[in-house]
Nanobody, 123 residues
Framework: QVQLVESGGGLVQPGGSLRLSCAAS????????IGWIRQAPGKEREGVSC????????YYADSMKGRFTISRDNAKNTVYLQMNGLEPEDTAVYYC????????????????WGQGTQVTVSS
């Protein structure tokens, strides 16, 4: 059974940091690109970041460059998203998702999805 379980969300003040984790099971983790996608209330789903399976290449949405860092630990079947300099506009449910081999061009092209973790940035 495929599972992607996110953790690490919560309430943080503007300018603060959080590290999200995505623990995967039930599939060959090192064959899959893993991405983070977020959705804020009343807004469309938005790709945040993604890391390829084989070459480890990383992709970021423009608004996250320099603030967010994605990494993966294949030995632990886990992907991390380090988020620094958080802003109220970053408030959303953050999902991790998996796609075979390479990061997709669109957020709806992932094969597997987690249930999401809430991130709230507020003073």
């Amino acid at each position: 059974q495929v599972q992607l379980v996110e953790s690490g969300g919560g309430l943080v003040q503007p300018g603060g940091s959080l590290r999200l984790s995505c623990a995967a099971s039930g599939f060959r983790f090192d064959y899959y690109a893993i991405g983070w996608i977020r959705q804020a209330p009343g807004k469309e789903r938005e790709g945040v970041s993604c890391i390829n399976s084989s070459d480890g290449r990383r992709y970021y949405a423009d608004s996250m460059k320099g603030r967010f860092t994605i990494s993966r630990d294949n030995a632990k079947n886990t992907v991390y998203l380090q988020m620094n300099g958080l802003e109220p506009e970053d408030t959303a449910v953050y999902y991790c998702a998996a796609k075979a081999w390479r990061c997709p061009t669109k957020a709806n092209e992932y094969d597997y999805w987690g249930q999401g973790t809430q991130v709230t940035v507020s003073s």
